[in-house]
């Protein structure tokens, strides 16, 4: 916590905090009581115009429950409101899972993407991995321990076996970061729930992998002209070495003009 975030915090009228439970075990570590509102993504209008009214006389300082506010977290909307009411925003950024994950992953880091959370079903989550195969830069995503063997699965079967960086518990006691081929971290993360806040690092495509996944959706589509999408989806799952559930919901995303 920078000395100028401390300031911010003591001199505020009131804390906006996403979760008191975890602001106010800092707070209370700095010595102050009584300032915290919560704020978060439920929260309905008239919250937000409190805050905007205290904010035009005052102070009011915006906390998330870990890293930088706005990233993957509520807060935009109080931002973009305070800003056409004309009041003065200022930030004290700090750490960023995103770009901390990415200096630890040795992967590409000239460009990349970072995509949040994947959708939680996974014809969603096919359909997006999907598009973003076709992108030339490392991929960033955040996940939760539950959801991270299948997310990884996924990506294995859609992405091919790109490179790969899994980054867990950033600067805490258990901080955890594994690097290797998508098909490998499947296996490593097969077994149990990880725990804490996860982020995942992929590496940019090669190219003859990129031409192998285009080609294979290109097949996928040309066997669906002449086959119900169950029997596409098993020729092309023999056909390329791939999960033919995984091809399946593609084949179905497909038909329905995916």
Do not use: C, W
Not at 116 to 136: M, T, V
Not at 163 to 178: A, D, H, L, N
Not at 246 to 258: E, F, Q, W
């Amino acid at each position: 916590m920078s000395q100028r975030g401390i300031d911010i915090l003591k001199a505020a009228d009131i804390i906006a905090v996403e979760d008191s439970r975890v602001t106010g075990k800092l707070l209370y570590h700095l010595g102050i009581k009584g300032k915290m509102r919560p704020y978060h993504d439920h929260s309905n209008d008239k919250v937000r115009d409190d805050l905007l009214k205290t904010a035009e006389n005052g102070i009011v300082a915006l906390v998330s429950d870990a890293g930088t506010p706005l990233i993957s977290d509520p807060g935009y909307k109080l931002v973009r409101a305070a800003r056409e009411q004309n009041i003065y925003v200022s930030t004290m950024p700090g750490p960023s899972a995103v770009i901390a994950a990415l200096t630890l992953s040795g992967i590409a880091s000239d460009r990349f993407l970072f995509e949040g959370f994947l959708p939680s079903k996974q014809k969603a989550r096919l359909d997006l991995l999907q598009k973003l195969s076709k992108i030339d830069s490392t991929l960033i995503f955040y996940e939760s321990g539950a959801r991270l063997h299948k997310t990884l699965t996924d990506m294995h079967h859609i992405l091919g076996d790109r490179e790969g960086t899994v980054v867990r518990e950033i600067s805490k006691k258990f901080e955890e970061t594994v690097s290797d081929n998508l098909s490998d971290l499947v296996s490593h993360y097969s077994e149990g729930t990880p725990k804490g806040e996860i982020v995942i690092i992929i590496a940019p495509p090669d190219t003859d992998i990129a031409v192998e996944q285009g080609d294979m959706e290109e097949a996928l589509r040309e066997a669906l002209l002449r086959l119900p999408a169950s029997k596409a989806a098993a020729e092309i799952a023999e056909r390329f070495g791939a999960e033919r559930k995984v091809v399946y919901t593609l084949a179905t995303a497909i038909k329905n003009g995916g």
